[in-house]
């Protein structure tokens, strides 16, 4: 752990960040996206130095409490002694904060991600195009435009996937410009703030379920 401590960041903006969190954990769990311990979040509360609040690992995300987050630095590493151990997938949310400019960050696990990240594995990429709804996406103007999605294996080397997902997003490739996704795992998406990334994800998740319908009904 580093010995530096949080002095940069102030309290009243950590605790805002954790009360904004767990209410998103309540509302992803009742969405059913949160599931059975399931999804990490973060807000980035510094960009640089790079300081974000991410879940700890293993929590229920409906049962979370302001004690319930990891204030890290872009190694990954808890800046606070006594911290609980940050969520497994942390260092995704640093190559997010870092590399995608991202202010927040959500990863969920609903049963509509989970199935298209399965259905389109062969492809690498989900693509959703068409849709009134891309317009809550950020910078999206008309429907008449395609989003696409990468799908990356689910090998369970979060450093080997932190690693390609930097320079997918250092190479400006769209498909990991507004989430991606993980097979059969879920989803991440990201936003400039809480409510930007909560509207990702409400976005993205009703598209999930539109795409997902959809072939269920061919
Ligand atoms: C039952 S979920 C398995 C781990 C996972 O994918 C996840 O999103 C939660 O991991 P964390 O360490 O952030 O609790
Ligand atoms: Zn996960």
């Known amino acids: 752990m580093s010995t530096a401590v949080a ?30 311990t399931s999804s990490n979040y973060s807000v980035r509360l510094s960009a640089d130095p790079l300081r974000l609040l991410v879940t700890a690992s293993g929590k229920h995300k409906d049962r979370l409490t302001t004690d ?8 990954g590493a808890a800046i606070e002694p006594g911290a609980p151990k940050s969520s497994a997938e942390t260092m995704l949310h640093v190559v997010l904060g870092r590399d995608a400019g991202a202010g927040a960050i959500v990863h969920t696990h609903s049963v509509w991600g989970t199935l298209l990240s399965d259905a389109y594995a062969t492809t690498g990429v989900l693509t959703l195009s068409g849709y009134e709804m891309l317009k809550a996406l950020p910078g999206i103007k008309t429907h008449d435009t395609s ?5 990356f294996p689910n090998t369970q080397d979060i450093a080997a996937l932190s690693a390609e997902l930097s320079e997918r997003i250092k190479a400006g490739d769209e498909a990991v410009r507004y989430g991606f996704l993980i097979h059969k795992h879920g989803l991440y998406t990201w936003a400039s703030d809480l409510d930007g990334a909560r509207a990702c994800v409400e976005a993205l998740e ?11 009904l061919r």
Do not use: N, Y
């Open 68 to 75: 319930d987050f990891v204030l890290i630095d872009d190694t």
């Open 147 to 151: 989003v696409e999605l990468a799908i």
């Open 206 to 216: 009703f598209l999930f379920e539109c795409e997902g319908r959809k072939l269920s």
């Open 7 to 36: 002095a940069d960041i102030s309290p009243a903006a950590r605790r805002a960040a954790a009360e904004g969190l767990v209410a998103l954990g309540a509302q992803m769990h009742a969405e059913g996206w949160s599931r059975a």
